[in-house]
């Protein structure tokens, strides 16, 4: 069976300090990978996405990055954090065979990222 | 932009009575739909899609309506229970290889024992 895992669960970090957040797919083979964060009171807004190794697409411009090193495994970076990195941090994959099936994203089980 | 809206915030339901989400969207290229529900601190758990090509899919206690028309999507939840109680988000996609989800900004639903 297919399982993501995503750590830290929890972070808190200083304002200019870097941040990495990892995350790994188990059971599947060239899945789509997914970064959203869920700001206080707001929705899940997709941060990036890759559809294969090396291949990362941002969907709006800010102060984190994305690489995607190995198939199964996906970074979220920043070199400075600021206040306003504050967020939940959610890992996700699909597949075609996913989408065909019926069946959406699997998330992971987020990483709440506190900012001070 | 918002293309996906989920204009209610929050809602209130009595257990065993019927719950309704609501959910519009603006891009008439969505042709792919699914609801999920979120506990805080947890990532969203899937609940439930439907595809442009029907009006209706059920599973269980879960039915997903679509108006392609009207672009509007509802989520019923029949009859609901306690532990219903939860953030839920409606997403939208268009066909393409990267299967990339918009999101509502979700709607807390609370059922009342």
């Known amino acids: 069976s297919q399982t993501i895992h995503q750590w830290p669960a929890t972070l808190v970090q200083p304002v200019g300090s870097p941040l990495s957040l990892e995350c790994t797919v188990e059971?599947?083979?060239?899945?789509?990978l997914y970064w959203y964060r869920q700001a206080a009171g707001r929705g899940l807004q997709l941060l990036f996405y890759?559809?294969?190794?090396?291949?990362i697409s941002s969907e709006v411009p800010q102060n984190l990055s994305a690489s995607r090193p190995q198939d199964r495994q996906f970074i979220l970076s920043s070199k400075k954090l600021l206040l306003s990195d504050s967020g939940f941090y959610l890992c996700?994959?699909?597949?075609?065979?996913?989408?065909?099936?019926?069946?959406?994203?699997?998330f992971g089980s987020g990483t709440r990222l506190t900012v001070v | 932009d918002q293309q996906v809206k989920q204009n209610s915030p929050s809602l209130s339901v009595q257990e065993g009575r019927i719950s309704i989400l609501n959910c519009d969207y603006t891009?008439?290229?969505?042709?792919?739909f699914l609801w999920y529900k979120k506990y805080p601190a947890e990532g969203p758990t899937f609940l439930i899609s439907?595809?442009?090509?029907?009006d209706k899919n059920e599973d269980g206690r879960f039915t997903v309506f679509l108006n392609k028309s009207a672009k509007h999507l509802s989520l019923h939840i029949v009859p609901s229970q306690p532990g219903d109680s939860a953030v839920y988000f409606c997403?939208?996609?268009?066909?393409?290889?990267?299967?990339?989800?918009?999101f509502g900004t979700g709607t807390r639903l609370k059922v009342l024992a």
């Open positions: 439907i595809s442009s090509i029907k």
């Open positions: 891009n008439s290229m969505f042709d792919y």
């Open positions: 997403a939208a996609s268009a066909t393409s290889g990267t299967y990339k989800y918009i």
């Open positions: 059971g599947t083979s060239n899945p789509n």
């Open positions: 996700a994959w699909s597949t075609r065979l996913h989408r065909v099936r019926g069946y959406g994203y699997t």
């Open positions: 890759s559809v294969g190794i090396g291949q």
